[in-house]
């Protein structure tokens, strides 16, 4: 496994990150457990995770399904860079959702108590509040790292103004500030380059991928068609953007095909090529579909390759793409 350091903190991280978002929900708990052990066993010690997941009627909480494997045995946690988030409401009651202080302390303290542990590594704000001012979320998030139940801050779902405007906040209290964004970013939706990863690079934000194969779009979903073992991609956005961008998706299925490569490993290798990407995150929903996303670490994408991925999904900006954030201009 690679490493890396999360931003510009001492914290090493594996280049690939575990989401566990399926956790409670597509795979069983049991399964779960046994993607975690997985994980450990291939050297991946960064688990994603949010205080929402698994919580709709008929579900298992997936913080709990994480505390519960953590109880198995103190070297896991031990092991294991947890990171978690809040923001989105978990109630219909007041406060009960954003970045007040009030939710933030309830919040925290819910998800120490699912997970099994009394501390946090990574707490993220899963989207920013718009109606909570900078002084009242870094007050409260410096009150959690005096207590010991964070060790670092980060973000998710930020635009890069909003990355600006949070550490400015932070450095006026002279405070680390944010470590990490994670932020929607794949070969098919590029457009966190004009800004998100601009910002990142300049304050010193680790940038962590999610959907980083577009929701399969970008693991070969036409192939697993004709193959019968597609599981994304045949219904909702998904359809949709297949599509829409069928032929574009054709003509990469078959540049990997040429190149000897599975799509699904292009395009997490592309991802681990870009400059600021710490690791993006991969979601399976077995233990097999983990050991399925190692090889794209071992990727070595030529320039005539990438310069081909450029031409079929090209960079955002008016002017055909470029370096961002002059990609604005001339």
């Known amino acids: 496994m690679e490493y890396t350091r999360l931003g510009r903190s001492g ?16 795979t069983s708990e ?11 066993e291939h ?16 579900e298992t909480s997936t913080e709990e399904i994480i505390g519960r494997w953590f109880a ?10 947890l990171a978690t988030k809040a923001y989105i409401p978990t109630g219909s009651r007041p406060n009960e959702g954003g970045l007040s202080a009030l939710h933030i302390r309830r919040a925290c303290e819910d998800s120490l108590r699912r997970l099994g542990t009394d501390y946090i590594d990574l707490y993220r704000m899963h989207h920013i509040d718009r109606h909570t001012p900078w002084d009242e979320i870094w007050e409260a998030f410096g009150v ?21 405007q949070a550490q400015e906040a932070a450095r006026e209290r002279h405070f680390l500030g944010l470590v990490a964004e994670q932020s ?9 380059e ?36 597609a599981a994304r991609g045949g219904s909702g956005h998904s359809a949709a953007a297949l599509a829409e961008h069928g032929a574009t998706i054709e003509a990469y299925e078959k540049l990997c095909a040429a190149a000897g490569a599975d799509p699904a490993h ?17 979601g399976p929903r077995t233990a097999a579909q983990l050991d399925g996303s190692l090889p794209a670490l071992d990727l070595e994408l030529d320039a005539p390759l990438l310069a081909e991925l450029d031409r079929l999904f090209p960079p955002p900006g008016p002017n055909g793409g470029g370096p961002a954030p002059e990609a604005y201009a001339w």
């Not at 070297?75 to 294991?80: H, I, K, P, S």
């Not at 139940?149 to 990355?163: D, E, I, M, P, T």
């Open 194 to 229: 004009l800004e998100v990863l601009p910002a990142a690079r300049h304050y010193g934000i680790g940038v962590i991928p999610w959907g980083p194969l577009n929701s399969g779009l970008l693991g070969g979903v036409l192939r697993k068609r004709r193959e019968g073992t």
């Open 266 to 282: 292009v395009g997490l290798a592309w991802l681990l090529a870009q400059e600021g990407v710490t690791g993006p995150i991969i």
């Open 184 to 192: 929607r970013y794949n070969l098919m939706t590029r457009w966190a």
């Open 30 to 40: 049991q399964d779960s457990h046994a993607i975690m052990a997985r994980a450990h």
């Open 43 to 58: 050297g991946i010690n960064f688990f994603d995770t949010a205080n929402v997941y698994g919580t709709r009627p008929g």
């Open 72 to 81: 198995g045995s103190p070297e896991r946690r031990e092991r294991t860079v």
């Open 144 to 164: 959690l790292r005096q207590q010991g139940k964070v060790l670092y801050f980060g973000s998710s779902n930020f635009a890069g103004w909003h990355l600006a």
């Open 11 to 26: 914290l090493r991280v594996s280049r690939l990150v575990l989401g566990t978002m399926n956790f409670g929900t597509e």
